[in-house]
């Protein structure tokens, strides 16, 4: 599959502890998070997992989540979830 204008990140920005991508057309199509705390995540009863979350949304309005161990891979991982 090519990638089309909506797949193509041109910025990512720094905004309350996310990293947001935005494609051509300005939309923010990717978000990276810090994955809670453990204490967080105990407050809640969720199981901890450390590293960074994310979600991407599709053209199509799909919206797909994951996990990575780091921003880079998170990115990486996000990107690929966008084709």
């Known amino acids: 599959m090519s990638t089309t204008e909506y797949q193509t990140i ?3 920005e720094k905004y309350e502890g996310a990293i947001l991508g935005y494609n ?3 939309d923010e199509v ?3 998070e810090k994955a809670q ?3 967080e995540c105990l407050k809640w009863g969720e199981t901890y997992r450390p590293g960074r979350r994310w979600h991407a949304t599709r053209e199509d309005g799909t919206i797909i ?3 990575a161990t780091n921003l880079r891979e998170a990115k990486k991982a996000a990107l690929e979830a966008l084709k």
């Open 10 to 12: 041109t910025e990512w």
């Open 24 to 26: 051509t057309h300005g």
């Open 30 to 32: 990717i978000e990276v």
């Open 37 to 39: 705390s453990e204490a």
């Open 65 to 67: 989540h994951g996990q």
